[in-house]
């Protein structure tokens, strides 16, 4: 199982690091009783081998996602343009989506 954070991160960098490496204990400490042999994708991880726009962020983080079965939504995914869009596809792809507590 392949599990991508997906959560705000324009405007709050420094932040939303902080955020979704919470995300990551929170799902490795869900991984004894919930899933067996995950992998977290975390975009904030990514190599981001690219001009550094919004759109080519987008699409970088997108295929990787399109790598996943699950999306772990971050309390602020709202706030975000982004998260809402990976949320619609894997919505769209019938992904399983949990949100963070």
């Known amino acids: 199982m392949k599990i991508y954070i997906s959560g705000k991160i324009s405007g709050i ?22 899933f067996f042999n995950i ?9 981001h081998l690219h001009t550094r ?3 080519k962020y987008m699409v970088e983080d997108l295929k990787a996602l399109l790598e996943c079965d699950t999306i772990y939504m971050l309390k602020n995914w709202n706030e975000s343009k982004g998260a809402t869009i990976e949320r619609q596809l894997a ?10 507590q």
């Open 39 to 47: 992998q977290i994708i975390n975009p904030m991880k990514l190599p």
């Open 91 to 100: 919505l769209q792809l019938g992904f399983n989506i949990i949100y963070q």
């Open 53 to 55: 726009t919004w759109e």
């Open 13 to 34: 960098e420094d932040i939303a690091y902080n955020n979704f490496e919470k995300a990551e204990k929170e799902i490795s400490q869900m991984d004894d009783n919930i």
